[in-house]
């Protein structure tokens, strides 16, 4: 088990759902990842679960805003990254063209986080742990393994996170022309970024969220 308790500045930490179906959803991850749930209240008519995986948080899920529905946003999962301090890297990605979409804002005695769209589009959360560190089991079935970038220039995304986290990269050719890029804490590998390909449509910038499986194929048809 790699059991968590602490993460570096720059690390993906946590990863939370926010759905217009929380019990459909609850019982999906259930079935698929073994999740069970820890409810919590959070402002009027809200409640925040913690997906528990052998007792420990994995993940977050809960409804969707009603502003967010009333916007059209689409059931998606946020990537959140650990900062030494949130309102300073707020400062930092918006003196980098980023945006600031939501907060600062305190999560009780979690933390404290953001919502930050990048130049190029893609949305993602900073933390502050307080209480909270984040998923306290990563790189097991069921459990957050990985966060990937889609973009439409790899580049200046390396650019805005290397400024904003510090963030090393190392990129290679994966065949057929297609570049992947690692992106690394340290020595760490940390997340990928990848352009957006004509082929997939009309897809948004976005980061994508991986969970470890024992069984990729058996997985699919569960």
């Not at 933390?111 to 307080?130: E, N, V, Y």
Request: charged share 20%; aromatic share 10%; with cysteine.
């Amino acid at each position: 088990m790699t059991k968590m308790t602490e993460y570096p500045r720059g690390t993906f930490s946590w990863v939370d759902l926010a759905t217009t179906d929380p019990g459909a959803a609850k019982e999906f991850y259930s079935e698929l990842f073994g999740w069970e749930y820890q409810d919590n209240p959070a402002g009027p008519d809200m409640v925040y679960s913690l997906c528990q995986l052998q007792g420990e948080p994995v993940a977050g899920l809960s409804g969707m805003m009603p502003d967010m529905e009333a916007q059209g946003v689409p059931p998606h999962w946020t990537s959140y990254i650990t900062v030494e301090n949130v309102d300073e890297s707020i400062e930092r990605a918006e003196a980098l063209n980023g945006k600031n979409l939501m907060g600062p804002y305190d999560a009780v005695d979690a933390g404290r986080m953001a919502m930050i769209q990048d130049p190029g589009g893609a949305i993602f959360a900073i933390w502050q742990a307080k209480n909270h560190i984040g998923a306290h089991i990563v790189n097991e079935p069921g459990t957050l393994c990985w966060n990937e970038l889609y973009c439409n220039d790899v580049e200046a995304a390396k650019g805005f996170y290397t400024e904003l986290l510090g963030w090393g990269s190392h990129t290679a050719d994966m065949g057929g022309g297609h570049l992947y890029t690692s992106v690394m804490v340290g020595e760490r590998p940390n997340g990928g970024m990848m352009e957006i390909q004509k082929e997939w449509g009309e897809i948004p910038p976005h980061w994508g969220v991986y969970f470890a499986v024992s069984d990729c194929d058996g997985t699919i048809d569960q």
